[in-house]
């Protein structure tokens, strides 16, 4: 069974930082395009930021261009998203996920909670 862990998150004040983690397995690490998703307000959980699967291209929902930072840690199979100039609308349950040949796997998700 594949498990994403995912740590990092909490209670910040708006324009503060944080900075999620999810680690995956090595299989999931290398060969599926693994990102942040967030609950959002729709049927279908929202992009935030992911790795292309089968490269380091990344995507980014256009409202965290330029706050936020997707990164990744090869040795620790460890994907990052360092959120900054946190606001109000960012406050929201954030997935892990990977998008692999066969299927996409999920974290059990993460709180983020920006204070104005």
């Known amino acids: 069974q594949v498990k994403l862990v995912e740590s990092g998150g909490g209670s910040v004040e708006a324009g503060g930082s944080l900075k999620l983690s999810c680690a995956s397995p090595p299989f999931v690490f290398e060969n599926c395009g693994v990102g942040w998703y967030r609950r959002g307000t729709g049927t279908e959980r929202d992009l935030v930021s992911t790795f292309e699967r089968g490269s380091t291209a990344t995507k980014y929902k256009d409202s965290v261009k330029g706050r936020f930072t997707l990164s990744r840690d090869t040795a620790k199979r460890a994907v990052y998203l360092e959120m900054n100039n946190l606001n109000t609308e960012d406050t929201d349950v954030y997935y892990c996920?990977?998008?692999?040949?066969?299927?996409?796997?999920w974290g059990q998700g993460i709180q983020v909670t920006v204070s104005s």
């Open positions: 996920s990977a998008l692999c040949t066969i299927r996409r796997y």
